[in-house]
């Protein structure tokens, strides 16, 4: 399942993005808001404490490279990782830089799924609207279906591919703890990112406010 679902996610969110017009929806952004929540909370609750459980100072220098290393994804990505991505109607080069930026935060998000099903589902719910707001930009460019298309596979593929990575070679098995810290920075930076700037103004409302303990609840109860 860990080869599989994070596929049907990238296909759920185009789907989404096909029919249902989700940018302007509140439910879009209240899913938005519980996928945050959710992927902070099993950072929290299971990421973080596997790779504490050998203190090391080492582990808090790549937590914070991750952070780092998100940051600077973002300058290409433009925040499509936490739900932000201007269209571009008259886009008709094939955005390789995105594509790069997006494949990397992919395919190291891979990587810490065979630690339990809890973290895949959190991936997994993550991706949907991930995919969803990169499949209306891509939707609206003015590039051709099978470019965006191509587009959409690399990226689909990109997280299945950084856990067979880890499956086939032992040297990565090795230094997964620092993997998986890399990949705790990258959780921290995106989770909180999505919970403070997907409202307007930076105010919670009550349905915001109760999505994210939902998301928070089921992260600690499964």
Not at 85 to 102: A, T
Not at 120 to 134: D, N
Request: hydrophobic share 55%; net charge neutral; proline share 4%.
């Amino acid at each position: 399942m860990i080869y599989i679902l994070p596929l049907i996610s990238v296909f759920a969110g185009y789907f989404v993005a096909m029919f249902l017009k989700p940018t302007s929806s509140i439910g879009f952004k209240l899913l938005l808001s519980f996928s945050g929540a959710y992927l902070l909370a099993i950072t929290i609750f299971e990421l973080l404490p596997e790779v504490y459980s050998k203190p090391s100072q080492e582990v808090g220098i790549f937590i914070m490279l991750g952070l780092l290393l998100q940051i600077i994804l973002e300058f290409v990505s433009k925040g499509v990782e936490h739900g932000h991505l201007h269209h571009q109607e008259g886009l008709n080069k094939f955005p390789i830089l995105l594509l790069i930026s997006l494949s990397i935060h992919a395919f190291l998000e891979g990587f810490p799924m065979d630690e339990g099903d809890h973290i895949l589902h959190g991936v997994v719910i993550h991706k949907i609207p991930v995919a969803t707001i990169l499949s209306v930009f891509l939707i609206h460019s003015n590039l051709s279906k099978i470019k965006v298309g191509l587009f959409l596979g690399v990226f689909a593929l990109m997280t299945p591919l950084g856990s067979f990575f880890k499956s086939q070679f032992s040297f990565l098995q090795d230094i997964s703890i620092y993997i998986n810290a890399l990949v705790i920075g990258i959780f921290l930076h995106v989770s909180t990112t999505i919970l403070f700037e997907a409202s307007k103004n930076h105010k919670f409302n009550i349905s915001k406010l109760t999505v994210i303990i939902g998301g928070i609840l089921l992260a600690y109860f499964i």
